[in-house]
Every structure is written in C-alpha cells, then in structure tokens.
C-alpha cells in the first residue's frame, strides 16, 4: 500500500455509472426484474422441469414488455437496439437458461426475420414472435460444418412449376444441430441453406420454414431428436432437426440481400457473393456482443462473491498467536483474485464500447459497410476475450473460495457449466480471432499496395535493420544502462501510458508483419501453397489476434479514464489499469525481452511492481466490487451475505473470552517450550551451584 492509500476515496456511484455504460437505466431497470425470485434458476432441477420453468420466464419477460425493445415501434417495440442488448446481458443474474432462451427467440430467430426479411416478413410474423405465440429456433449449425457456415449442405432449391422452394439435408451429416427451441417448443425456424435457382448455387441465404403443428408434432418433411441433457443451460430445449424435400413458399425466402422471382430468376443489391455472405451474417453480430456484455456481468458477479469472501475469511496464523490472517492479505490471494478484477474492468469497458458500435450501425446513426466491417472486426475480437475470461474467473474464484465455492448455493460451479458453451456459441472462439487476424493482414497488405518503390524499399530494409536489432539486442543494452540500480525508474516507465500504448501496438505489428512478410512471396501461387503458408503462420496469426484485442480493451480503459474527474477515483482506477496491462506483459514478457521490447533489467523489476500494484489495491477491492451494483438478490451466495464475517467473530470472541478466563488449555507446544526452559534454567541454577 501506497503511503497514502488509506486516505483516497473511491466514488462508487460515479465507478457504477461508468461500468454500466450508455444504456445504465436498461440494465438497471433489467436487474430490477432480476430480482424476483421467479427468474431464478433452481439448482438441481430436473432438465425437463428447468426446459417449462424456463419457458415460462419468456411468457413473463413478455408480460413485462422486457424483451421488444429492438422490434420496429410499430408492433410495440421501441427501435432501441443498444438498450435491448444492455438490459439482455442483466438476464444472466436471474439464470443463464433463460437469458440464452430468450436470446434464441428474440436475438436469432426474430432478429433474422428483423433484419434478412423485408416488410411482408415483419407483419406475418413479428409480432408472433415478440409475444412467444410463435416460438421458433435458429437453424445455422450443421453437425458436419461447424464454424463453417459458407459450406452448408443444406439445399433450398426453386422450383417455378409450383413457386416453391424445397429444402432438402441430403445425408446426416447436414443435420441442423444445438439448436435452442428445437427439441420441443419451436414451432418454426429460420434454416441456412445453399440457394440454388436456375442450375446455379447463389450460396447461404436463409428461410422461414414451418416444423411443428399447433399440437407440437412435427410437419411432413421435418424430422428431429432432442439433445437431451448437457454440460449446462439444461433450461434450453436443444435438439436437431432435418429436412426431407420439405416445400415452402417462394415468399418464405428472407429476401433483404437476395431474392427468386416467379421465374427463379435470382437478384441482390450486393453483387459480390463473399460480400453478400458476410453482410448477411454480419447483421446477426449482435449475438457476439451480447455474450461480452453479459461474460463481463458473469464475472463481476463471480468476483464480488469471491473477494467478499476473502475479505472476511480467515486463515492460518502467519503473523499472529491469536488471530488468523484475512485471506485478502495474502499476496497470492491478491494476485488471484485482484489481478482478474482489472481484466473484467477493461472486459466491461470493452463490451460497452463494442455495444456503442453495434448500436451506431444497427440505429441507422452509421450503417455502411466500413462500419459493419469494423463491428465484426470488433466483436470477433472481444467476444473471445470476455468469454474465455468468464470462465477463468469463474473458476479462479470457486477455487479461492475453497470448498464453500463448490457448494451450489454459492453458483460458481454452476455459471461455470452455463458459461462453458460460451466460448463456442456465436462463433469459436479461435475462427473468430482468426477472423481478427485477417483483417489485420488486409490492412497490412493494403498498407503495402499503396506504397511507392522507394518507400516499398525502405520498409524491407526497416525489416532487416529490425531483425538485426533482435539479434544484437541493441535495445536491451540501451534499456539496462538506462535502468542499472533503478527499480524505481523501471516501474516509472512501466507505468507510463505512452510505454503501455507503444508496447501492445508494438507487439501487434510485429506479428502482423512477420506473418505479413511470410505470406508475401506466395501471394500470386497457387491456392494450395497460399494455403500451407497460412497454416504454418497460423498459430501466430492467433497470437497476433489476441494481442490486438488486448491493445483494444487497453484502449478502453483509457477512455473510461478520461472521464473520471474525482482525482481518488481516477488515481484507483488508473492503478487498475495499470495492473490489467502489467499482467499481459507478464504473462509473455517472453516476446517482449526476445523481440527486444524490454531489456532483462526491467523484467526483473516487472514482477516485483506487479506485486506491489495489487498489494495497493487491495484496500480498494470490496469498494471496486462493491461499485458493480449487485444487491443480495442478484447474487445470491452465502460467501457474499456477511455470514462468514459473523461467523469469524463468534470464533474470535470465544477465544478471547477463553483466554481471558484463564481457562483456555495450554497448547502442547508451549507447554513444551516451558518444560525446556525451566530445565534449562535448572541446569543453569545447579552449574552456578557447583562453581560455589
């Protein structure tokens, strides 16, 4: 701690409003309703009762008017898709079968009628879907495909002599698959399938197609199975289904970006086929943003279980005879848990900016195609973040709170389990980076393109000089001279924002340019060879994926800063940022002195300042949990009820009271240690008698 720590306040409210974002009334107003007890997830409910429980909270959510803020206000919504997707994320509180449930209904299958059909779609079948009489399931994922959407084998072929369109799974491996609402309660769905007209196949385009009828059997054509029970979200109905020569109207075809007339002929306002793949795709991004806005939620919750906890817990007795150590103390327990704390910092500041995106685009405010590309670049890149560190978190804190954590009542190990999928709902994780990392190659090479001979020549000697500085480690020399008998000046610049931009920047064009330069001389063979050489650099395209949305989520932070005025508050938050970029050179602080970034000297301080950093934030961690907003109807654990507190005076209390009372029993260790002093002083006393 910091000499003046004790005496810095932290502005909660000022912290809450600045985490909740834009949309801070939707959310709070969302967790209000979280609060009742009949959005609450029973642990331990079998599947088939949590599948009509949950089910029944869509009905409730509707009664509400909870879940229409992004449909058209002329069927009763609000056109408000930012605020929609801020008080979705608030839904996990309650329980995360419902919020995905939900998302099913509204975020995939009504929004793929919202946004790939056009006004004849929207009046047949919106306002069914926003009041749950038409329930209906997103049919993309095939078995045999995965993340590959642009290779489905799902057919929908024109036929003009009846003006219908035929989808058809021709093997099973084209079986629609994890499907929300499939098992059970969805009565339709949007299908992914190759449009095919004329003899020619103008790729993915998507279509309403009835499944069931009003008595829940399944139409003519249409076949399924229930996925049964899984690792998690057992509220959810997930089944597969597939299709046999099933007939639809022609008008069925959700026509925005491609349409069949009555002669099949086949039109689009988008002439590319790949450009038209991914704008259609591209208008379903919001499924990715709201899993980083509600990841982020899941982990707050996660950490203001755990760090309570480890507020009031105590354990062994390290400095004391008579008082355990509060866990929080521990530098371990800090590093655990307070290291996380300034991850999902930087992870809600990036979801909200990511939503702040989604809602230019999606409002009309900015929706071209260089905004679209951006928001996918965007969300393809927080989404794995957040999501992956939910489950860390998650985990890190179940195993912080010991055995308490694992405890139902205390839901770590129950998030965990909903959250796990997460990571591959909307999108791998590891294709969407992939994803990121294209897009930085792109701007690369366009980079290059638009570079004169000379400059062109420039760069490639800037490439040498750079490989001969990594080799020699010229950088590093000049770092240590700088640094010799300086921890302080180590940390001064460790800490200095401009360092912490230039180094993540740094890292991200570094590899980026590597894969860049490797990719270059393959760029006109044949599609085979491009291919070998992506392979073999695609491991580090990942890394450079990730390292660009670190650099972004730092860029968030920062910005987050900027608007805090109350100079405590900055000073705390500013620490928190520090330690969140601290902890990502740490952990490849590897790249860093190899690539000449930082010199051995300064990484053997960086340890030593990270410890220090948490150390000084550690009397701040109840407030910086606190400043989330939960209340105990939202989360709901015993390790965060105070309970622990109570029980740790009790303890104390009795123990003072019995050693007052002079009646504590004598421990073993001391009785020992008096024995062998008064022998000790014995022996002394019959050596001084003997001398006499």
Same mark, same amino acid.
């Given at each position: 701690m910091s000499p003046n720590a004790s005496q810095l306040n932290i502005n909660q409210q000022l912290v809450q409003d600045l985490l909740l974002g834009r949309w801070a009334d939707e959310r709070r107003d969302s967790r209000d309703r979280m609060k009742n007890p009949e959005y609450h997830k029973i642990e331990g409910q079998p599947y088939t009762e949590h599948r009509e429980r949950t089910l029944g909270q869509l009905q409730a959510l509707v009664d509400e008017h909870a879940v229409q803020k992004a449909f058209p206000s002329r069927f009763g919504g609000e056109d408000n898709h930012g605020g929609n997707i801020a008080g979705f994320s608030e839904l996990v509180l309650g329980d995360p079968s419902m919020q995905i449930k939900a998302g099913v209904q509204w975020g995939l299958f009504g929004a793929a009628i919202l946004h790939l059909g056009t006004d004849q779609h929207h009046e047949a079948w919106l306002p069914q879907i926003m009041d749950l009489s038409l329930p209906g399931a997103f049919a993309m994922t095939e078995i045999g495909h995965g993340s590959d959407v642009a290779s489905l084998a799902t057919t929908a072929t024109y036929l003009p002599e009846s003006d219908e369109f035929e989808i058809h799974t021709p093997f099973k491996a084209a079986w629609k698959e994890y499907l929300g609402n499939a098992a059970l309660h969805g009565r339709a769905a949007v299908v992914f399938a190759q449009l095919i007209t004329q003899g020619v196949n103008h790729g993915v385009h998507c279509f309403f197609v009835p499944i069931r009828d009003d008595n829940g059997e399944f139409l003519p054509g249409v076949g399924g199975e229930d996925d049964g029970v899984?690792?998690?979200? $057992?509220?959810?109905?997930?089944?597969?289904?597939?299709?046999?020569h099933v007939r639809i109207p022609r008008t069925n075809l959700l026509n925005r970006y491609g349409n069949v007339d009555e002669d099949g002929v086949y039109t689009s306002p988008i002439e590319s086929p790949g450009r038209r793949f991914f704008t259609m795709l591209g208008t379903l991004v919001q499924g990715r943003v709201s899993l980083s806005m509600s990841s982020a939620v899941t982990s707050a919750l996660?950490?203001?279980?755990?760090?309570?906890?480890?507020? +009031?817990?105590? +354990?062994? $007795?390290?400095?004391s005879d008579t008082e355990e150590e509060v866990l929080l103390d521990y530098q371990l327990h800090q590093r655990r848990l307070i290291d996380r704390l300034a991850r999902t910092y930087a992870d809600m500041f990036s979801a909200n900016t990511l939503l702040e995106k989604f809602d230019e685009v999606f409002s009309g405010a900015a929706d071209d195609d260089d905004n679209r590309q951006e928001l996918e670049t965007l969300a393809a890149a927080i989404k794995p973040m957040t999501t992956w560190n939910a489950l860390d978190t998650l985990q890190e804190a179940r195993e912080a709170c010991g055995g308490a954590g694992f405890m139902a009542k205390n839901r770590f190990a129950s998030l965990r389990a909903d959250l796990d999928i997460y990571v591959t709902f909307e999108g791998d994780n590891n294709v969407l980076l992939q994803l990121v990392g294209k897009r930085l190659l792109t701007d690369f090479s366009q980079e290059l393109s638009s570079m004169s001979v000379g400059v062109l020549s420039r760069f490639v000697a800037d490439r040498a000089s750079e490989a001969v500085v990594q080799r020699s480690g010229l950088r590093r020399v000049v770092q240590t001279v700088q640094d010799v008998g300086s921890e302080r000046k180590s940390a001064n610049w460790f800490k200095d924002p401009e360092v912490q931009r230039a180094l993540l920047t740094d890292r991200v064009r570094v590899h980026v340019t590597e894969i860049g330069t490797a990719m270059m001389p393959v760029a006109k063979k044949s599609q085979a060879e491009q291919a070998r050489v992506f392979n073999e650099n695609q491991f580090q395209l990942i890394d450079a994926a990730k390292a660009q949305a670190v650099l972004l989520q730092w860029e968030t932070f920062t910005e987050a800063l900027d608007q805090v005025e109350d100079e405590d508050t900055r000073t705390v938050m500013m620490w928190l940022r520090d330690l969140f970029v601290l902890n990502e050179i740490e952990r490849d602080l590897g790249w860093f002195i190899e690539n000449g970034r930082i010199s051995q000297q300064r990484a053997r301080t960086l340890r030593g300042y990270t410890n220090r950093l948490a150390a000084r934030l550690r009397p701040y961690a109840q407030d910086l949990v606190d400043s989330f907003g939960f209340e105990q109807d939202h989360l709901r654990m015993d390790v965060a009820t105070g309970e622990e507190q109570v029980r740790q005076e009790e303890a104390a209390e009795y123990f003072r009271r019995l050693r007052a009372d002079g009646n504590a029993p004598l421990d073993e260790k001391v009785l020992n240690a008096r024995r062998k002093a008064?022998?000790?002083a014995a022996r002394k006393a019959e050596a001084k008698a003997g001398k006499r």
């Open positions: 899984k690792g998690g979200l $057992n509220g959810v109905d997930n089944g597969r289904l597939h299709f046999t996660a950490l203001t279980g755990a760090i309570t906890y480890g507020n +009031q817990r105590r +354990q062994f $007795n390290a400095s008064e022998a000790k």
